[in-house]
């Protein structure tokens, strides 16, 4: 939750989904108790990604060392690239 004046804002909830109802995009989610709920997307982050994104780059990098320590290190070692 990212809307400053929610009182949820700074929490974070299990995804499920973004879909377009009652007029616009909202991010459904699973609250504490396991109930769905959804708020309008861009009072969450998932406005900043604009559904592009599931993964960070860090979780990437590290799934990629993963798979070439699987594959014996024989595809060779990814480089981290700086803008």
């Known amino acids: 939750m990212t809307h400053p004046f929610h009182?949820?804002?700074g929490r974070e909830f299990?995804?499920?989904?973004?879909?377009y109802t009652w007029g616009e995009d909202r991010v459904f989610f699973l609250d504490e108790e396991g109930a769905?709920?959804?708020?309008p997307?861009?009072?969450?982050?998932?406005?900043?990604?604009a559904g592009r994104s599931w993964l960070?780059?860090?979780d990437l990098l590290e799934l990629?060392?993963?798979?070439?320590?699987?594959?014996?290190?024989?595809?060779?070692?990814v480089k981290e690239i700086l803008p």
């Open 7 to 9: 009182p949820w804002v």
């Open 14 to 19: 299990v995804f499920v989904a973004v879909r």
């Open 36 to 39: 769905q709920r959804s708020l």
């Open 41 to 49: 997307r861009g009072w969450t982050d998932a406005a900043l990604s």
């Open 56 to 58: 960070r780059v860090v």
């Open 64 to 77: 990629v060392g993963l798979v070439d320590s699987l594959a014996g290190g024989e595809r060779g070692v």
